[in-house]
């Protein structure tokens, strides 16, 4: 099993920056693609970015330019560095871990998602 362990949130002032960790610990060989997710109050949780095992990276466009996802395979541990918070970026962000399940011969993968517990950003003057 895998576990995630969030940490990094907390209250910004607009234009600030904040860094979230993402620390899985468990079987974590098992682990392909990481992501952060975010729900704000009253809406529905929304991608934020996500990496794979070869790094490529992927963001919503609202935060492109602004937030940068990473990994530290050695440490077990995603990153995500925001830069130039804005206010509607306040939400509890989650960390997902895509566990392998099983592997398929066409290079397909089934796969179990694994949350965090999520940790708050709030952005506010």
């Known amino acids: 099993q895998v576990q995630l362990v969030e940490s990094g949130g907390g ?3 607009p234009g600030g920056s904040l860094r979230l960790s993402c620390a899985a610990s468990g079987s974590v060989d098992s682990i392909n693609a990481m992501g952060w997710h975010r729900q704000a109050p009253g809406k529905q949780r929304e991608l934020v970015a996500h990496i794979t095992s070869d790094d490529t990276t992927k963001y919503r466009a609202s ?3 602004r937030f940068t996802i990473s990994r530290d395979n050695a440490k077990n541990t995603v990153y995500l560095q925001m830069n130039r918070l804005k206010p509607e970026d306040t939400a509890v ?3 997902l871990a895509e566990v392998i399940k099983q592997r398929y011969s066409d290079g397909t993968y089934r796969y179990l998602e694994i949350w965090g517990q999520g940790t708050l950003v709030t952005v506010s003057p």
Do not use: I
């Open 63 to 65: 935060v492109k330019g």
């Open 11 to 13: 209250l910004v002032r």
């Open 93 to 95: 962000y989650f960390c």
